[in-house]
Every structure is written in C-alpha cells, then in structure tokens.
C-alpha cells in the first residue's frame, strides 16, 4: 500500500507570494495533519482535519490555512509568505483523530523563500 | 511552543552499545509516542505508550513513562549504524486535540 504522499517536494518562493502544498493520505485514513518543521527543531503543529472539519489549530497567523476535500486528501495554503516560513512542511495521516494511534508521516515538502 | 524536551541534544555511540534519550514534558497527556526521522525524511511512528502504562518493549525499544515527573526515555539496545537518526518525543494533551513534539536527540551510531 502507499503510504503518504506529498507534493511537491521542494519548492523556491518569493516572500509575498503564497503557496499550495498537497497531501494524500494512506488509502482509509480519514485524519490529516499538517506540521511545520524548520531545520534543527522538532514538527510544530498546524492543522488537523479529521472527515473534512477542522479539529485541530495550532499558534499560526490567519495567513495558514488548510482544507480537506472528499477523498480525505488536503492541500496547505499560505499567503503572504515571509522569509520565515522556509521549513520543511510535514503531512500525517492516521486512522481517526491523534487519541492513541500513530501518525504516518510523508516525507515533506521544502519550502524555501527568497 | 514545543511542549516536549528530549535530552540529551545529541549523543554518540559505538555500535552495539546501548543508547538513552529522554523526554520531559508540560501538561497531563493521554499518550506519548516516540518518533524517528532520518536525515531529510518524514517522521516514522515507533512506539506509542499510554497515560496508565509504566512501560513497553517493542523489539530492541524500551519505553518507560513517569506521569508524576512527566518524563519519559527511549533506551535502544545494541545499537546499530543504521539506528542513526534524530528521535522525538510527542504527547497528545488532555486538552484539545494538538499533538507536540519536542526538540529531539539526535543519536550517531559509530560502526
């Protein structure tokens, strides 16, 4: 089975400019989770979306925002891109919400602003 | 704000040996995991312990968790080269539905 997939998997931005990254869950995972990661430090969490609603919102500016669409795969959206958004950003599906269940983690996309 | 700290930061050790990391953390949590990520690659689950549990095995893993110190440690045993990689720490708090990671440990298994 495949597991997550995300896409794409590097990407070069200019502050001011926004972007759309996009997550595939593995097949009956119905939660998905964002995370954002930058280099020395451990994930921080964005997003989660469980059944397409929001669940969970961690300390991001209004300009992070996230969807998931009826195939239970999401897309990450930020406005307005600052130098400090470089990192790597980290999708996690898992079989319902986080209560007791691993996450299974893609291997990223990274996001490099100019 | 990461709500977990892994200690030590980073550690080095010869194959074969055994290696200890630990985590502390803030709040009440419902679980802890332990996490894995290799260079430039996403997180990989190894080991999930519940509030009620003492501690758990899962091959060569052992996790202990202490909810009165809110701490907890991973000890890998007889390490191997390809067990280098960085290793998190990550709860679920009681309240709302955020899940944390900490700084990380990150581990060099010398062959």
């Known amino acids: 089975d495949a597991g997550v997939t995300q896409s794409p998997t590097h990407l070069i931005k200019t502050r001011g400019q926004h972007v759309t990254l996009r997550c595939s869950p593995i097949?009956?995972?119905?939660?998905v989770s964002w995370y954002q990661q930058v280099l020395g430090q451990g994930p921080q969490f964005i997003f989660q979306?469980?059944?397409?609603?929001?669940?969970g919102r961690g300390n991001f500016p209004d300009r992070f925002s996230a969807r998931q669409f009826p195939n239970y795969s999401s897309e990450l959206n930020v406005n307005a891109l600052l130098l400090g958004d470089s990192a790597l950003y980290l999708c996690?599906?898992?079989?319902?919400?986080?209560?007791?269940?691993?996450?299974?983690f893609g291997d990223g996309t990274r996001l490099s602003i100019l | 704000s990461q709500q977990g700290e892994e200690d030590p930061q980073a550690l080095s050790i010869q194959e074969g040996e055994n290696a200890t990391m630990n985590c502390s953390y803030k709040t009440s949590i419902n679980n802890l995991q332990w996490y894995r990520q290799n260079s430039g690659r996403g997180l990989v689950h190894l080991i999930l312990i519940r509030s009620n549990e003492r501690e758990k095995h899962s091959g060569r893993l052992r996790v202990t968790l202490d909810t009165s110190k809110k701490s907890s440690s991973l000890l890998i045993t007889a390490s191997r080269a390809a067990d280098t990689a960085s290793y998190f720490c990550?709860?679920?708090?009681?309240?709302?539905?955020?899940?944390?990671f900490g700084t990380g440990t990150s581990l060099t298994v010398i062959p």
């Open positions: 990550a709860t679920l708090v009681n309240t709302g539905n955020q899940f944390y």
């Open positions: 979306y469980y059944e397409k609603e929001e669940r």
């Open positions: 097949s009956g995972h119905k939660s």
């Open positions: 996690a599906s898992s079989l319902g919400t986080h209560s007791n269940q691993p996450q299974h």
